[in-house]
């Protein structure tokens, strides 16, 4: 169903539109832009709060900036669905995060205002300082930057990396500070409560506006009086907050607190900031949700809520006649209480997805010893390291596409000092609507390649149980497991736990002539594939790998001892993953088997949901069936013509 905008909205498909407006005309704008918002992902889907957050922001800036000649970066991309409606997108909105339709996130090949692709946070700070230094170098001085960045995401290293080398570039950058005291999760940390301090700072909004026409009639005193207004205007600020301004001490000009749903007022703010030089940082207060009162009365819940009903708030949810399996993120939750109460040495970490890993049933439970750091990846795993080092045991979730931000960290703070942290790597795998940024494509590549690791991935719900008892045994050293977004096969998941042999799979049953070999959840496609290949007359083997470090070697042994052909099936990268260790085992020793690999092929898989990702790189049942088939017909040929 085609939603229909709003009657100033309807005429805007580009900025340029936009400006032919009058500024009054901008609060209705944001009115219908914020509607048609919510008429869309009411029906298809979608991140929802946040960009409810900005539209007044979104509006101002395309009003205020010269896009896309000036460079609008936004961090994270959650946001930037008002951004997409008003940059030619309009029509193809609905298609958003869809099968072959445009991407829930900014992308460079979607559209020219999208200057930069994004989907993981803290990256707009660095890459507009980036856009300003080469504007500098090709002399583009009249050429604005603008990185629009989230309070949550601002606690990550690489923002304050951004901005303290902007400090000392002195290039036209303006960072905007979305604060709203969120990501998905409430935000967590000092810095948090340092900028809580500012916004509710009744001395320093009292004299906010006065201190600058006081500034300005200072200026006049002469050609020097610049240095000096500089200096009175940190020392007012500092004095008003009774503690030094973080930003200013980086370098950069602080303006605000400001409202970032007065629109008005926003744009004329952004346009008087573009004339100022240097770096800037303009602090909006927001609300998560705005407008919506639901989304902000609960801004975890509806950060992306799925489908509702606009007019009532309900989520539309089906409701099963039969018992359902639990979501692997839930059966790791609820697992995580039970070791811990058995284990008083365990701990947990999460950084800033307390509700997407489902670590926030042992925060609930436990709140002492379970940790969110906010977005802060490689602090998550050295923070696990140090806890580590004393004696306890660390269970770090953190999603697998998230966790190749803190690689160096896995190795040189955990490996090399064989220390017992155990990494639950969510989402991995093809992560659905999300597309390329969070797909979980690479972990068994990256992991499989670091000495003292162990790296595994559960069948089923009661493998992730067992694996997560057997990681927390004694001496166990660093520990991977490896599981999809999405629910398990187990409605009866709940069976006691028992430690399972490290680097020792499984025969699921034999068969004849062919093998599939299977790491993690996929080995359920390869049992619906074998069910229907069986009714054909077609009997593969099943193995079940459990580790791709160590390898079950003397299972590999059996299997190339015996089949003609092996097929693994994995969903990770065929470059460097399961099949590639598969291969490298039967080079080592001397076999000769007929191997077919499936697999995420060597390209950047874009968005859509699960299943239609998983066949169209060609490992869902179906494939797996053809495959098999492919190779049974070939094996009837050759006995004909022998």
């Known amino acids: 169903m085609q939603v229909k905008a709003g009657p100033l909205l309807s005429k805007i498909n580009y900025p340029a539109d936009l400006k032919q407006h009058r500024e009054s005309d901008l609060e209705q704008i944001s009115q219908e832009l914020r509607q048609y918002i919510i008429d869309v992902v009411s029906v298809n889907g979608g991140h929802f709060g946040s960009s409810l957050g900005v539209v007044e922001l979104t509006v101002a800036l395309h009003y205020a900036l010269n896009t896309p000649y000036d460079k609008l970066v936004w961090d994270v ?110 935000n967590v940390g000092a810095l948090k409560e340092y900028l809580t301090s500012i916004t509710i700072s009744k001395s320093y909004n009292r004299f906010r506006d006065d201190i600058s026409n006081v500034l300005a009639g200072l200026s006049k005193l002469g050609p020097n009086a610049h240095k000096y207004v500089k200096k009175i205007e940190k020392s007012i600020k500092g004095t008003l907050l009774k503690q030094s301004n973080l930003f200013e001490a980086l370098n950069f000009r602080y303006f605000g607190p400001v409202d970032g749903h007065d629109v008005k007022r926003l744009a004329q703010t952004i346009k008087d900031l573009s004339a100022i030089p240097g770096p800037k940082l303009l602090h909006c207060i927001t609300v998560k949700g705005k407008g919506f009162a639901l989304a902000e009365k609960d801004q975890t819940k509806w950060h992306a809520p799925g489908l509702f009903d606009k007019i009532t708030g309900e989520i539309k949810k089906s409701v099963p006649d039969k018992p359902q399996p639990p979501k692997y993120q839930d059966v790791f939750g609820h697992t995580m209480v039970e070791l811990a109460e058995a284990n008083d040495k365990i701990v947990g970490i999460t950084p800033a997805m307390p509700s997407g890993s489902s670590l926030n049933i042992m925060m609930k439970a436990m709140p002492k010893r379970a940790f969110d750091v906010g977005i802060a990846e490689q602090h998550a795993v ?29 190795i040189h703070d955990v490996a090399i000092q064989k220390l017992n942290v155990v990494f639950c790597l969510d989402r991995a795998g093809l992560a659905g609507a999300d597309g390329a940024t969070h797909h979980g494509a690479y972990d068994i590549a990256y992991m499989r390649c670091i000495p003292n690791l ?50 020792k799979g499984r025969k699921i049953c034999d068969g004849d002539d062919v093998a599939l070999l299977t790491l993690g959840h996929v080995g359920n496609f390869a049992v619906e594939a074998r069910t229907e290949l069986n009714s054909e007359g077609i009997y593969p083997a099943h193995y079940d790998l459990r580790f791709v470090k160590p390898l079950d070697e003397e ?78 017909f070939k094996r009837v040929t050759d006995s004909m013509v022998g």
């Open 454 to 503: 162990v790296v595994s991935s559960p069948m089923n719900e009661e493998e992730l149980r067992n694996l997560m008892f057997t990681a927390q045994q004694e001496n166990i050293g660093p520990f991977v497991i490896r599981y999809p977004r999405g629910n398990g096969v187990m409605p009866d998941w709940k069976r006691p736990f028992k430690a399972l042999e490290i680097g």
């Open 77 to 186: 991309g959650h946001q930037a669905y008002g951004h997409k409606i008003l940059t030619g997108r309009r029509d193809l909105f609905h298609t958003n995060r869809i099968y072959k339709g445009i991407s829930g996130f900014p992308k460079i090949s979607e559209s020219e205002y999208d200057t930069f692709g994004v989907g993981h946070s803290s990256t707009s700070i660095s890459a507009a300082l980036g856009m300003a230094v080469a504007s500098q170098l090709k002399g583009e001085t009249d050429r604005q930057h603008v990185a629009v960045i989230g309070d949550g995401a601002m606690t990550a290293g690489l923002a304050f990396e951004g901005l303290n080398h902007a400090g000392i570039e002195n290039s036209n950058v303006l960072v905007i500070l979305n604060d709203n005291c969120m990501s998905i999760d409430p």
């Open 555 to 632: 299972m590999l042994h059996e299997v190339f001892s015996k089949y003609k052909h092996v097929i693994t099936v994995e969903d990770g990268s065929l470059q460097g993953g399961v099949g590639s260790a598969v291969l490298e085992f039967m080079a080592d020793n001397g076999y000769s088997t007929n191997v077919i690999r499936l697999g995420i092929p060597d390209q950047f898989v874009e968005h859509g949901e699960q299943p239609e990702l998983w066949a169209e790189c060609g490992y869902d049942k179906d494939s797996i069936i053809e495959t098999v088939r492919k190779v049974g």
């Open 382 to 410: 050295t923070f696990s390291a140090g806890l580590a080092a004393q004696g306890l045991v660390p269970f770090c979730n953190i999603y697998s596409s998230f966790m190749q931000r803190a690689y160096d960290q896995v």
